[in-house]
């Protein structure tokens, strides 16, 4: 007698996430449930803290969030300053940590997750928390800066993935790290075509194309930049802002210079204009600089914010041929003089790591499956 064995493979749950404090923990989080698609074995549920209370609660914090970063970056300067010693804060992250694993219980328990990745620091040490009730849960961190944060080393993460080898050192952990990059999203693996690109876009072979972009919430003053570059006239410059969802910020550059500048709100095909333009004056967030070394286009950060931002800064300034300005003066002198050399085009490309998503979910698969 023969007996026919059909191998069921197990179907696995991952949850992803993540916290809705500026666009790119969220954003890093598609991009890995982009790649996890491919993989009919696997259940994915993308998630975010503000799921664990009331909804109102979560608005409120993400307002005052926002307008600390506009109108008191010194606050913000400070209490990441204060979070990043040894000691010090770690006693409020854990109390954090605590009170946010017990209110998310109920939803964890029914996700009922095989493993956890959080593409922030908060959610990895809520988990993290959580894994001590929980010790077969599969905990793994994505750090969505060019530097890190003393309050992403906390007990319970299994394994960490960072934006670049040369950051290995500056996690402080027994943890294994792979260092993979920032996970991008899958339209930014593609190789499009400059030519096809700027012709879609009607933007002229001799123009220099610059983007201003400021993230999902347009946090760059882009009417004062726009007024500087406009002032010194800049030969050949073509201006594209791209203000995400700020609908209000789209509606008054484009009362103010519609006529001579192209302006848009939110955008599907932002690789496409990347792919198209010459160069981006943006922030230093970390996953639209990650999304800007894919794309190749020369980066100009203008008045990166304290905290995080200031260390992404510093990073790709010094091994990525990044400019930056504190000044629409010194912005316009960097404008004038952008050059990029072969030698720093290829320095930038080494850093860039497109394929990072599909690197990760490899991994958490090769872990899953042991």
Request: with cysteine.
């Amino acid at each position: 007698m023969v007996i026919h064995m059909h191998e069921t493979r197990k179907k696995y749950t991952v949850l992803l996430l993540s916290a809705p404090i500026g666009s790119g923990h969220r954003l890093a989080a598609e991009a890995l449930e982009q790649a996890f698609a491919d993989r009919p074995e696997v259940k994915v549920i993308h998630g975010n803290i503000f799921d664990f209370f009331p909804q109102f609660l979560g608005k409120a914090f993400l307002g005052t969030y926002l307008w600390i970063l506009k109108c008191c970056p010194w606050l913000y300067k400070l209490a990441y300053s204060w979070g990043n010693k040894q000691g010090g804060s770690l006693w409020l992250r854990e109390l954090l940590n605590r009170l946010l694993a017990r209110l998310g219980g109920n939803y964890l328990r029914s996700v009922q997750p095989d493993a956890v990745i959080a593409t922030h620091a908060t959610p990895a040490g809520i988990i993290g928390y959580y894994k001590k009730q929980h010790p077969k849960l599969w905990l793994g961190a994505v750090v969505t800066d060019f530097t890190i944060h003393r309050w992403w080393v906390c007990d319970g993460v299994d394994t960490y993935f960072i934006a670049d080898e040369l950051l290995r050192d500056k996690l402080d952990t027994d943890a294994d790290i792979q260092a993979t990059g920032i996970p991008v999203r899958q339209q930014f693996m593609i190789k499009h075509d400059k030519q096809k690109c700027r012709e879609f876009f009607g933007w002229d072979e001799n123009e220099r194309v610059c983007l201003l972009m400021g993230g999902g919430e347009g946090l760059l003053p882009m009417a004062e930049i726009i007024t500087a570059l406009q002032r010194a006239a800049l030969k050949n410059l073509r201006v594209v802002a791209v203000t995400g969802h700020n609908e209000a910020l789209a509606a008054q550059l484009q009362a103010k210079y519609g006529a001579t500048a192209e302006i848009y709100g939110f955008r599907e095909d932002v690789p496409q204009l990347m792919a198209g333009a010459d160069m981006i004056i943006t922030k230093a967030g970390g996953l639209t600089s990650a999304e800007v070394l894919a794309s190749g286009l020369d980066l100009l950060i203008y008045k990166p914010l304290p905290g995080q931002e200031e260390g992404n800064a510093a990073f790709l300034q010094q091994y990525c041929g990044a400019l930056v300005a504190r000044s629409t003066d010194e912005l316009v002198q960097h404008i004038k003089n952008s050059t990029v050399s072969p030698r720093e085009a290829a320095a930038c490309s080494e850093h860039a790591h497109p394929l990072a998503a599909q690197q990760i979910v490899d991994y958490v698969m090769q872990r899953l499956q042991k």
